[in-house]
């Protein structure tokens, strides 16, 4: 086969995504533009890619966390923000062809530096942009809060509240941030309240490589009514891990590139998302923070296929299992998804 006939199959996957940070899927073109606006001296490439992109291995924490904050110094008013969604739904769309699209964003994040937005209205921005892609595209698109490890009990437990209240716009909760000095336990009375409310669950769980990490990923489904899990790229160090996966059914959301640009793997060959699939557990292909480490789905889709190896049936049964998991109404569901 040549580059143009993949090229052609993998776009023509009908494609879910389940694993995007809102915050970090902007539009590069649109980043550039908000940064001069706002005074910044970007002129060339390399300007934007050094404050704003991670596009090698990170071994600099303190440079990475720079870029995550001059991007959400950007998410300045509502309507950059409704950009941003509208333009992260229509690029899942037209450059990989994705149908099912979850999007996860944390209200903390952006209102911590811009209070002055409101919570209300800075969801309803969100909502906004994603309703017009829906309009546009055939897609279907749902959100995902996500609480942040690094805050206090009592603030994740207001958010916890403020995505029951808006229960159907919000499909489920997710938990993030530093995994190793935060580990799951505490935040059980949170999750606890979320599953009760009839929320999904999504836990970012096993994702750097430390000894703790398999065992997190268990912690998440057993303590925190963890139904799928974000990355658990770690699981393939602990056979009983695997196996708990396997038999209960969890999913897996797998990030590829960026499970190498933070080093959760050594490289991207090492990735163990087609041993995992081959093990049985139900593996899913994302890109989580596609802005932010300069990529699209579609780039997800050719490591798959030509660093690692997976057949394009090996594919579309990683999407028929994301479509499955994806906590997007079925009826919804069924208007924009094909098992193709
Ligand atoms: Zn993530």
Redesign the pocket.
């Known amino acids: 086969m040549n580059i143009e006939e993949i090229n052609r199959q993998l776009f023509d996957i009908h494609k879910v995504e389940l694993?995007c940070?809102l915050e970090l899927a902007f539009r590069a073109s649109t980043m550039r533009e908000w940064a001069i606006e706002d005074g910044m001296e970007i002129g060339s490439d390399e300007d934007f890619e050094r404050e704003f992109l991670i596009l090698a291995p990170m071994d600099d924490l303190p440079t990475v966390l720079n870029k995550f904050l001059q991007t959400r110094d950007r998410l300045s008013s509502l309507e950059r923000i409704e950009r941003l969604a509208f333009e992260a739904c229509e690029d899942m769309y037209l450059k990989s062809n994705v149908r099912l699209l979850e999007l996860?964003y944390a209200p903390s994040f952006t209102l911590e530096v811009f209070p002055e937005l409101g919570a209300e209205k800075l969801h309803e921005a969100i909502i906004k942009g994603c309703k017009r892609a829906e309009m546009m595209y055939p897609m279907a698109v749902g959100l995902i809060c996500l609480l942040q490890r690094i805050k206090t009990n009592k603030e994740n437990m207001y958010w916890c509240d403020f995505a029951i209240e808006h229960k159907g716009e919000f499909l489920a909760v997710d938990l993030?941030d530093d995994e190793v000095g935060y580990p799951p336990e505490p935040f059980a009375p949170i999750f606890n309240k979320a599953k009760a409310a009839g929320l999904g669950v999504t836990i970012?769980a096993g994702e750097p490589y430390l000894p703790q990490a398999p065992q997190n990923i268990v912690t998440s489904i057993d303590l925190l009514h963890a139904d799928r899990i974000?990355?658990g790229v770690q699981a393939i160090h602990d056979e009983k891990v695997i196996q708990k996966l396997v038999e209960e059914k969890i999913p897996l959301e797998l990030?590829p590139t960026?499970n190498w640009l933070t080093q959760a793997v050594p490289n991207l060959a090492a990735h163990p998302l087609k041993t995992l699939m081959e093990m049985g557990v139900k593996t899913t292909i994302n890109s989580?923070?596609p802005g932010v480490m300069g990529i699209d789905l579609m780039d997800e889709y050719h490591i798959a296929h030509n660093i690692l190896g997976m057949s394009i049936d090996q594919m579309k049964q990683c999407n028929s299992w994301a479509a499955e998991a994806s906590y997007i109404p079925e009826e919804k569901k069924r208007k924009v998804w094909l098992n193709k």
């Open positions: 694993h940070h996860r993030a970012h974000g990355h990030c960026s989580d923070d």
